[in-house]
């Protein structure tokens, strides 16, 4: 790579196409977990979730021959694998911290001993076929723009969709604001009659659901195989992107195409050749993790409740006993 | 989207009700929090229910909206028996709850928090035009004066209350239970409460209001139950008995009502604030420029709304908060920014406003508890070790002096009651002989007996020439106290009086011009 290059389009538009790329899973995952985050449960959990759906996913996809099968069978995973971590933290009271990581651990494990038990022995090379690219009419053609983002497999469009989607659930729908409510004041949500644990719930789904997604993407979309390892700490830069966008789906799309950008820029320098070692350009994502993470400290603006067990009621069988007590006519004035 | 209020659709004017908690009894673990007790609450009503912390008030109260089951006992509506599990069950037979600590998301606006789990926020998406014109109405009929866009935590704690009322009656509730709903209101803020409370009975609401402040209970309530140690000692109206009656009841033995005290006797300046700054955090005004000047042998009271810079007051004297500008000077010796170890030792005492964050640990025995500043003294280590004898020596000390009721010098703080907290807590910093003292809400949680001791102790070192500085959102408690008081609002002393009345102090806290706004 010359400075030269720096100036030329051909440099820039394969830059943009593959940030968006590398940003796709990492726009899944962190839309997923700013919604658990926004519950008050921090997910540290969403590495493992991604390898477990790197693997379901790749193994759906393989045996069916369809990809989108695949993506269906991982978003499951990721939702079941989620709420064994809501069990666990919200049900349970676990610490969320210490679960995710031991949860970690043991998904990162799991996948790997499954890939190994299951294919590795029948299989010598298991590649899946690549999902064809395509180009979104007229919007493909738009100069300098119109190919990184309208020429992409339908997985990229699918997380351009998301977006808008996460933000109307958290933003606008009841749900978003009892999910909102309930990772900054649970009690409130509480004596205001919502069942915190059910919302909870419901949000460690969803974050698992996204997360398994994002493996898939990972796994079906990007390498069309599996390989151990190949999350490589993508779901803790998810957790620094949810971070990093404060919160918001729009801000974590964005933090997650900077990521993207620094990410596709390091591995262009290694193929270009630069005088700084490969090794160290690898980890440049993981810095700039570190880096955002202790500016956006200064404005933290975490959720209140997060980490932070709610234990009070069970999930309510209390709507037909309130019909009962509901006041009779005459008495309503 | 349907949703009729009842309160909208009124028209033939309030029909009766009667809620009743029946028998009502609960238990955790060896301790009878409900001990078989009844209580009732008819339309149009408020009914006070009085009692020292501890009394179980607080239980029944929760048991009636779901919080708690009760072991024995039912919950009738007009005879029938109302199946309460949850506060859902008990916001769909027409109880709310405002809650002493309110149950508000503080991040959400005001409009958010009034939907939370009500059919208003809508099925699929909020819709905030249509809501914001049915809650304006409401509050409108009901004359409660909030901005529903303002984010809740923008709102003073008296707003904050009322949007804690208006949520209860837009979830339909008739029947309101209020908890402690004066503990943070100024006196103004608690006239307001009064007219809004009567507003809702004329509409044929009930009013539970549950209180340990004898005053309101006269003014505001119509009958008035008295509990103490889990049951109920009986229930009247209220104009049919005497104040001093309800005390014996509640107390279970007559208290001197005012404790007696010589006249003042000031000494030389012992503390002296000038032109304090100290920069504030999250909305609050922290300290702007505040003057103070405190003699030996006087008892300052600081009266104001609580978040006016009473903490930063006591976190700026105590070395806890940085001063930007200005002087403190203790005993003739300039301490601004000095460390707190260094300020401590040269003579002041801090019985702090949050006892268990700031005062004890715990889950640590009284005789950790007894050297957790002055551990290094001499006498307490030996040759860079603590000395346990000398420790359990100093603890037994201090437990006598102030009769301090527990198992011995290692029982864990946690076993003891507020009280003997708060007692072994003065007894410690009293150990110190310390020129000048900061005493923050030194009473807050306690029951009235502890609070009678407290004070006199207080009037006691005060009379020995100790310089008291005294924060409390008690206006009662500062009356009682105080040689001087002086009224911090917005960061800054609005005004020091000699002879304080809580007309004058009430004016003070609240400004000139919200005097002329209302």
């Known amino acids: 790579m010359t400075w030269a290059s720096l100036l030329e389009i051909t440099f820039w538009i394969p830059l943009l196409s593959a940030s968006i790329r590398v940003a796709t899973p990492l726009i899944f995952a962190g839309l997923g977990e700013s919604v658990c985050e926004r519950a008050g449960i921090l997910n540290v959990g969403v590495e493992g979730m ?74 010598s090379v298991a590649q899946l076929p690549s999902i064809p690219v395509y180009r ?98 993508r779901g803790f830069i998810a957790l620094a992107i949810v971070v990093f966008g404060a919160w918001r789906p729009w801000g974590v799309a964005l933090a997650a195409l900077l990521f993207g950008a620094v ?28 880096v955002v993470v202790t500016l956006a400290a200064a404005r933290a603006g975490y959720p209140a409740a997060i980490n932070k067990p709610y234990a009070r009621r069970r999930l309510s069988r209390s709507r037909r006993v309130a019909t009962a007590n509901a006041l009779p006519a005459g008495t309503r004035s | 989207m349907a949703f009729d209020h009842p309160a909208m659709t009124i028209e033939d004017g309030p029909s009766p009700w009667r809620l009743a908690a029946v028998g009502i009894t609960k238990r955790y673990g060896p301790l009878t929090a409900n001990d078989a007790v009844t209580l009732d609450l008819r339309a149009g009503e408020i009914h006070a229910v009085l009692g020292e912390n501890g009394a179980g008030k607080s239980t029944i109260m929760k048991i009636l909206y779901g919080m708690e089951m009760p072991d024995a006992g039912t919950i009738e509506r007009d005879g029938q028996p109302l199946i309460i599990r949850s506060p859902r ?48 109405a409401l509050a409108a009929r009901y004359r409660i004066d909030v901005d529903l866009d303002a984010r809740v935590d923008e709102l003073s704690v008296g707003a904050q209350q009322r949007v804690e009322i208006l949520k209860a009656l837009v979830r339909g509730a008739r029947a309101l239970i209020l908890d402690e709903p004066t503990a943070v209101l100024t006196p ?59 005390v014996t009841h509640m107390v279970g033995r007559s208290l001197q009502a005012a404790v007696p005290r010589t006249a003042r006797a000031p000494g030389a300046l012992m503390l002296e604030m000038q032109a304090i700054h100290v920069p504030g955090q999250g909305g609050r005004p922290g300290l702007r420029g505040l003057d103070l000047r405190l003699a030996a042998g006087e008892i300052l009271g600081i009266a104001g709304v609580d978040g006016n810079g009473q903490q930063e007051l006591a976190d700026a004297i105590t070395g806890l908060r940085r001063v930007t500008s200005g002087e403190i000077i203790l005993d003739g010796e300039a301490i601004t920014n000095r460390p707190t170890a260094t300020i401590l030792a040269s003579g002041l005492a801090h019985v702090p406003e949050d006892r268990h964050r700031d005062a004890v640990v715990l889950d640590f025995p009284l005789t950790d508890n007894a050297v957790l500043v002055d551990h290094a003294r001499r006498g307490i280590q030996r040759r860079g070790l603590v000395d346990q004898g000398a420790v359990t020596r100093f603890t037994d000390a ?41 005493a923050m809400q030194p009473t807050r949680g306690l029951d009235v007996g502890a ?10 070192q005060r009379d020995a020439g100790m310089a008291i500085l005294l924060v409390s959102a008690e206006l009662d408690e500062i009356l009682a106290l105080s040689d001087r008081v002086a009224v911090l609002r917005e960061g800054r002393i609005a005004g020091v009086l000699d002879h304080p009345s809580v007309e004058a102090i009430g004016a003070l806290m609240l400004g000139t011009a919200a005097e002329q706004a209302a």
């Open chain 2, 398 to 438: 201090l437990i006598a002096a102030f009769a301090v009721r527990c198992s011995g010098p290692q029982a864990a703080m946690r076993s003891l009651s507020g009280g003997n907290q708060q007692r072994f807590v003065l007894a410690r910093e009293l150990s110190r002989q310390p020129k000048v003292m900061i």
């Open chain 2, 89 to 136: 069950d008990a916001i769909a037979a027409g109880i709310g709850m405002v809650h002493q600590h309110f149950m508000l998301v503080p991040t959400l606006s005001v409009l958010e928090n009034l939907i939370l789990g009500t059919p208003l926020s809508g099925r699929f998406m909020v819709r905030k035009r249509a809501v914001r014109a049915k809650l304006a």
């Open chain 2, 451 to 460: 609070i009678s001791e407290v004070h006199a102790r207080l009037l006691e």
């Open chain 1, 50 to 123: 991604m390898a477990l759906g790197a693997i379901a996913g790749f193994l759906a996809a393989f045996w069916t021959g369809n990809p989108w099968i695949g993506f269906g069978v991982a978003i499951a995973v990721g939702a079941l694998a989620g709420l064994l971590f809501g069990f666990l933290t919200v049900i349970r009271g676990a610490d969320q911290i210490v679960t995710g990581v031991v949860f970690n651990i043991f998904a990162l494990g799991l996948a790997s001993f499954v890939y190994a038990r299951l294919f590795v022995s029948a299989h």
């Open chain 1, 263 to 290: 990410d596709a820029l390091q591995l262009r320098m290694q193929i270009g050749g630069s005088i700084v070692p490969g090794p160290l350009l690898v980890g440049l994502p993981y810095l700039l993790t570190i």
């Open chain 2, 188 to 246: 103004r803020e608690v006239e307001a409460l009064g007219d809004t409370l009567r507003e809702l009975c004329a509409e044929g609401h009930g009013i539970f209001i549950v209180t340990h402040k004898l005053a309101e209970v006269m003014r505001l309530s119509d009958r008035v139950s008295v509990m103490r140690r889990g049951r109920l000692i009986g229930t009247w109206p209220t104009a049919a008995v005497a104040a001093d009656d309800l």
């Open chain 1, 136 to 233: 979104v009419p007229t919007l493909s053609t738009l100069p300098f723009v119109g190919k990184p983002f309208f020429a992409q497999t339908p997985i990229v469009y699918c997380a351009y969709a998301l977006v808008p989607v996460f933000w109307f659930l958290l933003e606008r729908s009841p749900w978003g604001l009892s999910a909102r409510a309930a990772g900054e004041n649970p009690e409130a949500v509480d004596s205001a009659g919502l069942d915190v644990w059910r919302i909870r719930l419901q949000a460690t789904a969803i974050g698992g659901a996204m997360a398994g997604l994002a493996g898939a993407t990972l796994s079906i979309a990007q390498v069309g195989a599996y390989v151990d390892g190949m999350v490589a700490g």
